[in-house]
């Protein structure tokens, strides 16, 4: 008896990753898939990518998607959960694309508890425009808009979007992750089926933040941008479990019911 | 009702699930009824949004999903959602937004003004595209031309707007509210999960630009079919005028009530009102150019609807402008002594 332990995701189209080498997104991508395979919900599952580096996801997921202009995404995830409360919607977002421009969309689509999953790639750069600045860049890092580094008189801190998130009412689970090693991939993807199955149990809004590597902007090679997510970024953005009121819902619904 | 509610109720009546909205003069008891009614109707879904760029946001994704949604707001807010519009028109998304128009630049004022013209028929966001404007004048258009809206919107999946001012928002008349028609929108267009089946995809990003011009070429085909099939105008007393005034909403009432009191001193002076303000209604005011030469255009801005009834007249005829912006208002009898002025220089 032989028994597949490793295949293509069935959610994950057979193209060809434009992503650059080392980049995480095409991590993050398969990861995704495989959960949504594992839940069994392709088919009712609506995905909303970003504008940014992961603009063409609709290339690899495999499943109904639509793009959303620059930051807008939970707006229009939230649009499409209220008119089909029975599908799993999720956004998929940048840290300029969540923390900067789609600050506000972000932020309420949290506090109003939409039952909505949103995946966000923290690369602390803007990837696709060519290496600027993100909110979550870190200080002294230098981007082609922080030339000599980010200084907190200039360009204030970097975003730290769990913690922020943490303190909102509306928000059921937060984690923060990476893919930096097979460890933290492994983290990354029973988060990522934590917060999908959150929202299949109707629970309300789940965030998985996840540290990506970029580098191309980074100028690192690959290896060295693992260990720059594991040696620094976690400094600043320390993996774990920001916020977790699963349990608290279940009981709570258990006890109404 | 109030125009505004006329316009929430012909919406939900024309089969409106989806609202979203944000607060702002003079357009708010528009949203206070959608949150009050919609919930009311089956699956309907009301949101106050966190700003009017998350609104239209949020009806694109509900468009996409098959839902018939609706956003409105007064004009700086519809200068926020022109992002959502654009996007919108090039991922050929239905929808139907109100702009009840407010006094402008910037802040303006909460008076009734008609700033917006170029803004809403010269596509308002960015890129080569058009949207449906509905101009209605009175509170039975309010609430036909709402319902219009909806179908035109699915016809032709783009997004269509009513553009009216906070007089005809605030002003109270009786309405009878006609049948909707069903609602016939193919599914092939709605966004519902891929079932057993492919995967779609919904986008306006066309990296490839031989892939980008034809999706543009698309579009004005599209836009090039509303401009033959759906102009809409109304004139009034325009036989055996010698004098036209060529306005629209509520610059046209009191227009009207201007006319009406100079045909009782004899002057033979006429109205021709574009309800469509895109498509404007060019071939039609052209042909009435073949008998009447001299025009008044008025508006509650200091010009804009002006340069289309230029570009229909072509030079054929002669074109005098009357003007009242930034929340200004004049009365029919105020506008009566501007046009008689006019009309007395005549031949």
């Given at each position: 008896m032989s028994k597949i332990i490793f295949q293509h995701p069935q959610s994950l189209k057979h193209n060809v990753f434009h992503y650059c080498p080392g980049c995480g997104h095409s991590i993050a991508h398969r990861v995704i898939c495989e959960?949504?395979?594992?839940?069994?919900?392709?088919?009712?599952?609506?995905?909303?990518?970003?504008?940014?580096?992961?603009?063409l996801a609709y290339n690899y997921f495999d499943v109904d998607m639509i793009e959303a202009p620059h930051g807008r995404g939970p707006a229009m995830a939230s649009g499409i959960k209220r008119a089909l409360p029975d599908r799993i919607v999720f956004s998929y977002q940048g840290d300029g694309d969540l923390a900067a421009i789609g600050m506000a969309e972000s932020f309420h689509a949290a506090n109003r508890g939409e039952n909505i999953t949103v995946i966000f790639i923290n690369n602390a750069v803007y990837g696709m425009t060519g290496g600027q600045m993100a909110p979550t860049t870190m200080l002294q890092q230098r981007t082609t808009t922080s030339p000599t580094g980010r200084k907190q008189a200039l360009d204030g801190y970097p975003v730290k979007v769990c913690e922020i998130f943490s303190q909102i009412g509306g928000v059921t689970y937060l984690e923060r992750c990476s893919v930096s090693s097979p460890a933290g991939v492994n983290k990354t993807k029973k988060a990522v089926r934590k917060a999908f199955q959150c929202q299949m149990d109707g629970l309300g809004f789940s965030m998985i933040e996840i540290l990506s590597m970029c580098p191309t902007n980074w100028k690192m090679s690959s290896v060295d941008s693992c260990k720059w997510i594991d040696e620094v970024m976690t400094k600043e953005f320390p993996p774990g479990v920001y916020k977790d009121n699963i349990a608290a819902l279940k009981k709570n619904a258990e006890g109404q019911s | 009702m109030s125009g505004n509610n006329i316009i929430g109720e012909a919406a939900i009546r024309a089969g409106c699930r989806f609202y979203a909205g944000y607060p702002i003069t003079p357009q708010n008891e528009l949203t206070e009824y959608m949150a009050e009614h919609i919930r009311k109707a089956e699956g309907g879904v009301f949101i106050q949004s966190e700003s009017e760029i998350a609104a239209i946001n949020m009806i694109a994704g509900a468009s996409a999903t098959g839902a018939r949604v609706m956003t409105s707001s007064s004009s700086p807010g519809i200068d926020l959602k022109q992002e959502g519009i654009s996007s919108m028109a090039a991922c050929e998304l239905p929808g139907v937004i109100v702009n009840i128009m407010r006094g402008g630049p910037g802040l303006g004022n909460i008076r009734p003004s008609q700033g917006d013209y170029f803004q809403a028929t010269r596509g308002g966001g960015h890129g080569d595209y058009r949207t449906i404007v509905l101009a209605p004048a009175t509170g039975q258009e309010l609430a036909d031309l709402t319902m219009d809206a909806f179908d035109l919107a699915d016809k032709y999946r783009t997004p269509a707007m009513i553009l009216a001012d906070g007089m005809m928002g605030q002003m109270m008349e009786p309405v009878i509210f006609k049948k909707a028609k069903p609602r016939s929108y193919p599914e092939k267009f709605m966004l519902r999960g891929a079932g057993?089946?492919?995967?779609?995809?919904?986008?306006?990003?066309?990296?490839?630009?031989?892939?980008?011009?034809?999706?543009?070429?698309?579009?004005?085909?599209?836009?090039?079919?509303?401009?033959?099939?759906?102009?809409?105008?109304?004139?009034?007393?325009?036989?055996?005028?010698?004098?036209?005034?060529?306005?629209?909403?509520?610059?046209?009432?009191i227009a009207k009530g201007a006319i009406k009191r100079l045909r009782e001193k004899g002057a033979k002076i006429g109205l021709f009102r574009p309800i469509t303000l895109w498509p404007f209604p060019e071939m039609e005011l052209r042909a009435l150019s073949a008998k009447i030469k001299n025009y008044l255009v008025f508006e509650m801005s200091t010009g804009q609807?002006?340069?289309?009834?230029?570009?229909?007249?072509?030079?054929?005829?002669?074109?005098?402008?009357?003007?009242r912006p930034g929340g200004a208002v004049p009365t029919p009898s105020q506008l009566a002594n501007v046009i008689a002025k006019i009309y007395d220089k005549i031949d």
């Amino acid at each position: 008896m032989s028994k597949i332990i490793f295949q293509h995701p069935q959610s994950l189209k057979h193209n060809v990753f434009h992503y650059c080498p080392g980049c995480g997104h095409s991590i993050a991508h398969r990861v995704i898939c495989e959960v949504i395979d594992e839940l069994g919900i392709r088919g009712i599952t609506i995905g909303v990518p970003p504008a940014g580096c992961a603009v063409l996801a609709y290339n690899y997921f495999d499943v109904d998607m639509i793009e959303a202009p620059h930051g807008r995404g939970p707006a229009m995830a939230s649009g499409i959960k209220r008119a089909l409360p029975d599908r799993i919607v999720f956004s998929y977002q940048g840290d300029g694309d969540l923390a900067a421009i789609g600050m506000a969309e972000s932020f309420h689509a949290a506090n109003r508890g939409e039952n909505i999953t949103v995946i966000f790639i923290n690369n602390a750069v803007y990837g696709m425009t060519g290496g600027q600045m993100a909110p979550t860049t870190m200080l002294q890092q230098r981007t082609t808009t922080s030339p000599t580094g980010r200084k907190q008189a200039l360009d204030g801190y970097p975003v730290k979007v769990c913690e922020i998130f943490s303190q909102i009412g509306g928000v059921t689970y937060l984690e923060r992750c990476s893919v930096s090693s097979p460890a933290g991939v492994n983290k990354t993807k029973k988060a990522v089926r934590k917060a999908f199955q959150c929202q299949m149990d109707g629970l309300g809004f789940s965030m998985i933040e996840i540290l990506s590597m970029c580098p191309t902007n980074w100028k690192m090679s690959s290896v060295d941008s693992c260990k720059w997510i594991d040696e620094v970024m976690t400094k600043e953005f320390p993996p774990g479990v920001y916020k977790d009121n699963i349990a608290a819902l279940k009981k709570n619904a258990e006890g109404q019911s | 009702m109030s125009g505004n509610n006329i316009i929430g109720e012909a919406a939900i009546r024309a089969g409106c699930r989806f609202y979203a909205g944000y607060p702002i003069t003079p357009q708010n008891e528009l949203t206070e009824y959608m949150a009050e009614h919609i919930r009311k109707a089956e699956g309907g879904v009301f949101i106050q949004s966190e700003s009017e760029i998350a609104a239209i946001n949020m009806i694109a994704g509900a468009s996409a999903t098959g839902a018939r949604v609706m956003t409105s707001s007064s004009s700086p807010g519809i200068d926020l959602k022109q992002e959502g519009i654009s996007s919108m028109a090039a991922c050929e998304l239905p929808g139907v937004i109100v702009n009840i128009m407010r006094g402008g630049p910037g802040l303006g004022n909460i008076r009734p003004s008609q700033g917006d013209y170029f803004q809403a028929t010269r596509g308002g966001g960015h890129g080569d595209y058009r949207t449906i404007v509905l101009a209605p004048a009175t509170g039975q258009e309010l609430a036909d031309l709402t319902m219009d809206a909806f179908d035109l919107a699915d016809k032709y999946r783009t997004p269509a707007m009513i553009l009216a001012d906070g007089m005809m928002g605030q002003m109270m008349e009786p309405v009878i509210f006609k049948k909707a028609k069903p609602r016939s929108y193919p599914e092939k267009f709605m966004l519902r999960g891929a079932g057993d089946g492919k995967s779609k995809f919904i986008r306006g990003l066309l990296l490839d630009p031989i892939d980008s011009e034809e999706h543009n070429w698309k579009l004005y085909r599209k836009y090039e079919a509303v401009k033959k099939t759906e102009v809409l105008w109304d004139s009034y007393l325009t036989e055996d005028a010698d004098m036209v005034v060529v306005a629209y909403g509520t610059a046209a009432r009191i227009a009207k009530g201007a006319i009406k009191r100079l045909r009782e001193k004899g002057a033979k002076i006429g109205l021709f009102r574009p309800i469509t303000l895109w498509p404007f209604p060019e071939m039609e005011l052209r042909a009435l150019s073949a008998k009447i030469k001299n025009y008044l255009v008025f508006e509650m801005s200091t010009g804009q609807m002006l340069e289309d009834v230029r570009l229909a007249l072509q030079g054929y005829a002669q074109i005098e402008f009357h003007g009242r912006p930034g929340g200004a208002v004049p009365t029919p009898s105020q506008l009566a002594n501007v046009i008689a002025k006019i009309y007395d220089k005549i031949d």
